[in-house]
């Protein structure tokens, strides 16, 4: 079922202006960046009005850290968060249409990624990384290349 009478329209001829303009707009808005500090004020708004659910059992929250626009054409998000799972996809879907209500988009499918902030937690068996000493003079932390500071990986 097509909601919008736009084939027939050109068939005959008429209102092909707005027809091709409401194209040349949806294509602009395919196209269309937005600065990162913009992004994170809608987020964190959003996040004001509404905010991440609690998870049942052990009292975790999902967190927004900031959000930035990896690509346009379709317009993709980043989003970096404290765990992904957190985020049902009902608050996913808030956010969509959240960023939709304040920054356009309209007639562009947008995608959004949630990723977890790495760590030195998240990367390795859940414990930081031992800083790492010059095996010359025996000594941690001083004599590496870091200038005295321990390395994370």
Do not use: M
């Not at 659910?53 to 998000?77: E, L, V």
């Not at 356009?104 to 990367?123: H, M, Q, V």
Request: with cysteine; net charge positive.
């Amino acid at each position: 079922h097509l909601s919008c009478p736009c084939p027939f329209a050109c068939s005959k001829g008429r209102r092909i202006d707005e027809v091709t303009s409401a194209i040349l707009g949806a294509g602009a808005q395919h196209r269309r960046r937005i600065s990162t500090a913009t992004l994170n004020l809608v987020l964190r708004e959003a996040v004001a009005w509404k905010a991440p659910p609690t998870q049942r059992g052990n009292g975790r929250q999902g967190r927004i850290y900031y959000a930035t626009q990896a690509a346009s054409s379709p317009p993709t998000f980043v989003l970096f968060v404290n765990d992904p799972r957190l985020f049902p996809d009902d608050y996913r879907r808030y956010i969509e249409r959240n960023v939709r209500e304040n920054l356009g988009f309209e007639g562009s499918p947008i995608k959004f990624w949630y990723r977890a902030r790495r760590t030195a937690y998240t990367e390795g068996s859940g414990a930081p990384a031992a800083p790492t000493g010059n095996s010359r003079t025996g000594s941690a932390g001083r004599g590496n290349k870091t200038g005295g500071r321990s390395s994370w990986r």
